[in-house]
């Protein structure tokens, strides 16, 4: 038998017959590697102990202290685990396809009844049961027929479709673990004592559509989490719970700040409260835009088709577009129109009006503009994934030279702006060329080494995100951490030299020639929607006092201080304080608590003493201790806390 060099991470090489696994690879450098031995990488491929190597490669053993292939192996495990399960608990139980998430896994099935939460218990044990057994997982490579006919004897439709759906060419696996059999492609572990018993979780049964296709079965998705120890999975499970205590939607009822209705899916139905939020933060964004040069603009919620074929949307976006049609009076045909889902091209014809010249440029245009993107129902999430939003987007018609000037302004700009609601750090990740995408390599080539240089002429060096630029150029996406620990991607800022080149967008350069200029897209916060989603679960819905919508309550503690009680609040309102009475025949503890649900910053209580000594007792959110303070002295605090950021 011929014979492979085998290179290991410290440099030093050993042959091997061909077709050794790595399973004999780390028996021949130690008993205890070979024991504590759960895969390999195999010249970068994540490779099962199994598995022959038939040329040289390098090669490096993984054990459990290995944190990415080790928690991949245990999830995708559990998944398998899960299933033999399933079927052993309620034998007739359809499988079909499991695989791994960001924190765990889920199995598909195709069964009946309900699974009921009860079961997920009975699961687990049945898990545990089979990873106690530490029965051997081994693998074989089958030909197509062989592997159809085996799922179509078993009556496994589902994997008689995926092997179907297997490439020509490519190896189709199987997997046993103990008995039980499964369609993979790897790698697994050894064996199932190998998995950690007290560090998974099964968390919740929903539906799913085979492929997601709502023509095909309904099928019952059971999901779990899993971690390589104990202490893993309880903190992620604490983290869960937080989460769940600042989820915007919960939130949003308890503050009446907004609802969602089936009627119109993915659009929000603003309430009071809510849009004193929204409408206090565009006003923010609006101040900080006209001090940083842009000038706003309002552009059409719908234009005609032609645009969007003109732009190159038409062909790369229409599926998230919403089509309008129209019988036009007189017309042969119907006018064929789509709602906005973002406004660059419309910025491109404000800026094509009138001759434009050099000196003019850069052109920082902004819109609070309002759009509306399908996305399917299963992706919407409370206000933070909806299909109408308003963006704070910016487009800045710029020359080449200007790039990294206009780069560096926006960080700036952006950091600023940040700081201002609370986040006093940013990760920028830079995205570049797509797979489907407008425009020549040689164009891409230009702006993403421009977007590049300019990005790090700004003292900012970015991570690298391949492959998830525009599709009409590359692009740096600003991600912020919340309080516990989430990552949102928020802000961005992209060169597009494609766009001004299909619509036709030109200046006139100091040579009196005509110029493609730059499109700079930028955006700060995204959406309002969804960074009022983010400002309310960073804050557990405690939100800074200048953009809380109900600052303070003045409660009285007994009638007889009603009429001090409004003198208060108009006083607080004349100050600029968004203020309001309670003067209910409630008790003050009563009060107190609804207050605190609603999240409102500040309840003044005032009773008989108040009145007398012209006071107020304040009680901060979350804070059991009182103090108390003239009048005079508590507006002008309260004064100054309502005031924004940027006007202080």
Same mark, same amino acid.
């Given at each position: 038998?011929?014979?492979?060099?085998?290179?290991?991470?410290?440099?030093?090489?050993?042959?091997?017959?061909?077709?050794?696994?790595?399973?004999?690879?780390?028996?021949?450098?130690?008993?205890?590697?070979?024991?504590?031995?759960?895969?390999?990488?195999?010249?970068?491929?994540?490779?099962?102990?199994?598995?022959?190597?038939?040329?040289?490669?390098?090669?490096?053993?993984?054990?459990?202290?290995?944190?990415?292939?080790?928690?991949?192996?245990?999830?995708?495990?559990?998944?398998?685990?899960?299933?033999?399960?399933?079927?052993?608990?309620?034998?007739?139980?359809?499988?079909?396809?499991?695989?791994?998430?960001?924190?765990?896994?889920?199995?598909?099935?195709?069964?009946?009844?309900?699974?009921?939460?009860?079961?997920?218990?009975?699961?687990?044990?049945?898990?545990?049961?089979?990873?106690?057994?530490?029965?051997?997982?081994?693998?074989?490579?089958?030909?197509?027929?062989?592997?159809?006919?085996?799922?179509?004897?078993?009556?496994?439709?589902?994997?008689?479709?995926?092997?179907?759906?297997?490439?020509?060419?490519?190896?189709?696996?199987?997997?046993?673990?103990?008995?039980?059999?499964?369609?993979?492609?790897?790698?697994?572990?050894?064996?199932?004592?190998?998995?950690?018993?007290?560090?998974?979780?099964?968390?919740?049964?929903?539906?799913?559509?085979?492929?997601?296709?709502?023509?095909?079965?309904?099928?019952?998705?059971?999901?779990?989490?899993?971690?390589?120890?104990?202490?893993?999975?309880?903190?992620?499970?604490?983290?869960?719970?937080?989460?769940?205590?600042?989820?915007?939607?919960?939130?949003?009822?308890?503050?009446?700040?907004?609802?969602?209705?089936?009627?119109?899916?993915?659009?929000?139905?603003?309430?009071?409260?809510?849009?004193?939020?929204?409408?206090?933060?565009?006003?923010?964004?609006?101040?900080?835009?006209?001090?940083?040069?842009?000038?706003?603009?309002?552009?059409?919620?719908?234009?005609?088709?032609?645009?969007?074929?003109?732009?190159?949307?038409?062909?790369?976006?229409?599926?998230?577009?919403?089509?309008?049609?129209?019988?036009?009076?007189?017309?042969?045909?119907?006018?064929?129109?789509?709602?906005?889902?973002?406004?660059?091209?419309?910025?491109?014809?404000?800026?094509?009006?009138?001759?434009?010249?050099?000196?003019?440029?850069?052109?920082?245009?902004?819109?609070?503009?309002?759009?509306?993107?399908?996305?399917?129902?299963?992706?919407?999430?409370?206000?933070?994934?909806?299909?109408?939003?308003?963006?704070?987007?910016?487009?800045?018609?710029?020359? #080449?030279?200007?790039?990294?000037?206009?780069?560096?302004?926006?960080?700036?700009?952006?950091?600023?702006?940040?700081?201002?609601?609370?986040?006093?750090?940013?990760?920028?990740?830079?995205?570049?060329?797509?797979?489907?995408?407008?425009?020549?390599?040689?164009?891409?080539?230009?702006?993403?080494?421009?977007?590049?240089?300019?990005?790090?002429?700004?003292?900012? %060096?970015?991570?690298?995100?391949?492959? #998830?630029?525009?599709?009409?150029?590359?692009?740096?996406?600003?991600?912020?951490?919340?309080?516990?620990?989430?990552?949102?991607?928020?802000?961005?800022?992209?060169?597009?030299?494609?766009?001004?080149?299909?619509?036709?967008?030109?200046?006139?350069?100091?040579?009196?020639?005509?110029?493609?200029?730059?499109?700079?897209?930028?955006?700060?916060?995204?959406?309002?929607?969804?960074?009022?989603?983010?400002?309310? %679960?960073?804050?557990?819905?405690?939100?800074?006092?200048?953009?809380?919508?109900?600052?303070?309550?003045?409660?009285?503690?007994?009638?007889?201080?009603?009429?001090?009680?409004?003198?208060?609040?108009?006083?607080?309102?004349?100050?600029?304080?968004?203020?309001?009475?309670?003067?209910?025949?409630?008790?003050?503890?009563?009060?107190?608590?609804?207050?605190?649900?609603?999240?409102?910053?500040?309840?003044?209580?005032?009773?008989?003493?108040?009145?007398?000594?012209?006071?107020?007792?304040?009680?901060?959110?979350?804070?059991?201790?009182?103090?108390?303070?003239?009048?005079?002295?508590?507006?002008?605090?309260?004064?100054?806390?309502?005031?924004?950021?940027?006007?202080?």
């Amino acid at each position: 038998m011929s014979q492979i060099t085998l290179t290991f991470p410290d440099g030093n090489s050993r042959s091997y017959d061909r077709g050794v696994t790595p399973a004999e690879v780390a028996g021949s450098i130690s008993k205890s590697l070979s024991k504590k031995a759960i895969s390999a990488q195999v010249d970068g491929a994540h490779w099962d102990l199994q598995w022959p190597i038939e040329a040289d490669a390098a090669i490096a053993i993984n054990t459990m202290q290995d944190a990415d292939p080790a928690l991949e192996l245990i999830r995708h495990d559990l998944a398998h685990v899960m299933a033999r399960a399933v079927q052993d608990i309620w034998p007739g139980t359809k499988v079909t396809i499991g695989p791994v998430t960001e924190h765990g896994w889920f199995y598909d099935f195709d069964r009946e009844a309900p699974f009921t939460p009860e079961d997920l218990g009975t699961i687990e044990a049945r898990m545990k049961e089979i990873i106690n057994a530490r029965e051997p997982v081994r693998t074989e490579i089958w030909e197509r027929d062989r592997a159809r006919a085996f799922y179509e004897k078993s009556g496994e439709g589902y994997k008689v479709e995926l092997v179907d759906r297997i490439p020509e060419g490519a190896p189709i696996r199987m997997y046993w673990h103990g008995d039980w059999q499964d369609l993979c492609r790897g790698p697994h572990l050894q064996n199932t004592g190998q998995l950690p018993a007290d560090s998974f979780k099964l968390m919740g049964v929903s539906g799913a559509y085979w492929f997601g296709d709502t023509s095909r079965p309904m099928l019952q998705r059971i999901s779990g989490v899993a971690f390589r120890n104990r202490d893993d999975l309880k903190a992620y499970l604490t983290f869960l719970e937080e989460a769940a205590k600042r989820d915007h939607r919960k939130l949003g009822r308890e503050m009446d700040l907004f609802h969602l209705q089936p009627e119109a899916p993915g659009q929000v139905f603003w309430h009071p409260n809510g849009w004193t939020i929204y409408t206090a933060l565009q006003d923010y964004m609006r101040r900080a835009q006209r001090r940083g040069g842009y000038v706003e603009v309002n552009t059409p919620q719908v234009v005609d088709r032609k645009l969007w074929e003109a732009s190159g949307h038409w062909e790369k976006y229409q599926e998230h577009m919403f089509i309008v049609e129209v019988d036009e009076e007189h017309a042969r045909e119907k006018a064929v129109n789509a709602l906005k889902p973002m406004n660059c091209p419309c910025h491109v014809e404000i800026f094509k009006v009138g001759l434009k010249s050099y000196r003019d440029l850069p052109l920082r245009m902004a819109e609070f503009g309002s759009c509306a993107r399908y996305e399917p129902s299963g992706a919407l999430h409370g206000i933070m994934r909806v299909r109408g939003f308003t963006q704070d987007d910016a487009h800045i018609f710029a020359t #080449e030279e200007q790039i990294a000037s206009e780069c560096k302004k926006f960080i700036d700009f952006l950091s600023a702006v940040y700081k201002d609601l609370g986040f006093e750090e940013f990760r920028v990740l830079f995205s570049d060329r797509p797979d489907t995408r407008a425009g020549s390599d040689a164009v891409w080539d230009k702006a993403e080494s421009a977007l590049l240089d300019a990005t790090r002429a700004a003292g900012v %060096e970015p991570e690298m995100n391949p492959g #998830e630029g525009a599709f009409y150029g590359p692009k740096l996406e600003f991600s912020l951490t919340d309080a516990i620990g989430r990552v949102w991607q928020c802000g961005t800022f992209q060169v597009d030299f494609v766009l001004p080149e299909r619509l036709d967008a030109s200046y006139v350069g100091a040579d009196g020639e005509k110029h493609r200029p730059v499109m700079l897209h930028r955006a700060c916060l995204g959406s309002f929607e969804r960074f009022i989603g983010i400002l309310i %679960e960073e804050h557990s819905g405690r939100l800074p006092f200048w953009i809380a919508p109900r600052q303070v309550v003045v409660a009285a503690i007994t009638s007889e201080a009603d009429d001090y009680v409004q003198e208060v609040v108009a006083a607080l309102k004349k100050a600029g304080v968004r203020a309001e009475a309670d003067v209910r025949n409630e008790k003050i503890n009563y009060k107190v608590r609804e207050h605190s649900v609603g999240k409102v910053p500040v309840i003044l209580a005032v009773g008989h003493r108040e009145v007398e000594e012209r006071t107020v007792t304040v009680r901060r959110l979350g804070e059991k201790q009182t103090s108390v303070l003239p009048l005079d002295e508590a507006l002008a605090a309260f004064a100054l806390d309502a005031t924004p950021p940027d006007l202080r």
